[in-house]
């Protein structure tokens, strides 16, 4: 990819949605004063409004998502683009598959299995060749996870300790609010696996984005709803952990990394996701409540009486929570592993701001600069469908420092 031939270091699609609106913000206020950001949507109006609250003067580019031509012409004219615009399975195939063939690097916002893997099967080989490097899910969904083991991984093997074995990621501490967006996406998946049992099958595979599912070693099940003591993940851990919402996505895109670097991690890498639910005497039948809400949840959105009646209670596409909740929002996930060596190990990312948008809007702004602005740094790749650790690696993690997000590894 030449940038001499690019009009635009970074376009951000969907700059007039409610987190493409931070990321703007965000780039507006923290990127370099000669980064060259465009603002992309379907409504001139509305982006030129966002644009007007900005104080910018970036150019404005209209491309609807289902209109391959111009999001052919949006593609090409950028080094980077930032889409927020889902759910990306009904909203986001064409802009990929524009950026997978103008060699223009993409980041976004998923947390959808089957895109994921559609994205994959479609845009890996023609990304490869045209050397674009298309990087799904940098928000929290899936930064903290992908990244986290990142680095836990490099503070194992800069003490030579072997490779990393059972690997637990805890969510230790977290406020923040839920977005329609986010509902929404998961109302498609829903939608789409309950008429297709092929497309149920493989979102339920924890291998479902593998790079190749038979050279993937056999560990047995991995439950994405498991119960754990604390004590069972680290010694010093005390109550119960309850499942995490998000960890039947990110178990996965963690795993694809792993694989896409030669199972780096380890052949017998094993990774979960889990909540902390306080230290109490009732935190195990918290966790239990957890894990039953979840399930009522999927349940509740798959049987059409029930999901007119949570469609009225749930924030609808656009909506999100207020300033004031994004504003003292925070999350904190610590990572535990055994090596190979028999030592542990932790890392922890932590940040301020709500997880899902203050903090996702920072993620994904920095991954788009780091893509546009860091390239010497970035991992050797020949291009394609990678992950955040694969696809841009320690330019992220410098990045994310310097805009306040904690990171640490070492020895426990």
Same mark, same amino acid.
């Given at each position: 990819?030449?940038?001499?031939?690019?009009?635009? !270091?970074?376009?951000?699609?969907?700059?007039?949605g409610f987190v493409g609106a931070l990321?703007?913000?965000?780039?507006?206020?923290?990127?370099?004063?000669a980064t060259r950001v465009a603002l992309g949507g379907r409504s001139a109006e509305r982006i030129e409004?966002?644009?007007?609250? $900005?104080? *910018?003067?970036?150019? *404005?580019?209209?491309?609807?998502?289902? !209109?391959?031509? #111009? $999001?052919?012409?949006? #593609?090409?004219?950028?080094?980077?683009?930032? %889409? %927020?615009?889902?759910?990306?399975?009904?909203?986001?195939?064409? $802009?990929a598959r524009a950026c997978a063939r103008a060699g223009t690097d993409y980041v976004d916002l998923t947390g959808e299995v089957l895109f994921a893997r559609a994205s994959i099967d479609e845009n890996h080989e023609v990304a490869r060749d045209t050397g674009a490097r298309i990087v799904h899910s940098c928000g929290f969904d899936s930064?903290?996870?992908?990244?986290g083991v990142h680095v836990l991984?490099? #503070?194992?093997?800069? !003490?030579?300790?072997?490779?990393?074995?059972?690997?637990?990621?805890?969510?230790?501490?977290?406020?923040?609010?839920?977005?329609?967006?986010?509902?929404?996406?998961?109302?498609?998946?829903?939608?789409?696996?309950?008429t297709d049992r092929r497309l149920r099958r493989l979102a339920a595979s924890p291998y479902s984005l593998s790079p190749d599912r038979a050279a993937e070693p056999d560990l047995g099940p991995q439950d994405d709803l498991v119960i754990l003591r604390a004590a069972e993940v680290h010694p010093r851990l005390r109550g119960s952990l309850a499942p995490f919402v998000m960890a039947s996505y990110n178990t996965r895109v963690v795993r694809r990394s792993n694989a896409l670097r030669g199972w780096a991690y380890g052949r017998g890498f094993r990774y979960r996701e889990v909540m902390s639910v306080g230290t109490s005497p009732l935190s195990p039948l918290l966790a239990a409540a957890t894990k039953v809400g979840l399930g009522a949840l999927v349940a509740g959105l798959s049987v059409p009486a029930t999901r007119v009646v949570l469609d009225r209670l749930l924030p609808k596409p656009g909506e999100g929570p207020s300033e004031r909740t994004r504003r003292h929002g925070h999350f904190t996930v610590d990572l535990f592993t055994t090596t190979t060596a028999g030592s542990r190990y932790t890392a922890r990312m932590r940040a301020e701001g709500d997880p899902g948008y203050a903090a996702t809007a920072v993620m994904l702004s920095e991954a788009a600069l780091a893509l546009a602005l860091d390239r010497d740094a970035l991992p050797p790749s020949a291009g394609g469908v990678l992950t955040?650790?694969?696809?841009?690696?320690?330019?992220?993690?410098?990045?994310?420092?310097a805009a306040g997000i904690e990171i640490t590894a070492g020895r426990a």
């Open positions: 990819m030449s940038a001499s031939v690019r009009d635009h !270091d970074v376009v951000v699609y969907g700059a007039s990321v703007a913000q965000h780039l507006a206020e923290h990127a370099p004063a409004a966002v644009r007007s609250r $900005l104080g *910018v003067d970036w150019p *404005v580019l209209v491309a609807d998502a289902t !209109d391959a031509t #111009a $999001l052919g012409r949006l #593609a090409g004219s950028a080094r980077v683009v930032l %889409t %927020t615009v889902g759910p990306y399975a009904k909203y986001g195939r064409e $802009l930064i903290p996870s992908d990244i991984h490099q #503070a194992v093997q800069a !003490d030579g300790a072997g490779e990393l074995t059972d690997t637990t990621l805890v969510v230790t501490g977290f406020r923040g609010g839920i977005s329609g967006g986010t509902i929404d996406s998961m109302r498609h998946q829903l939608d789409v696996v309950r955040p650790a694969a696809g841009i690696g320690d330019a992220l993690v410098a990045r994310l420092r």
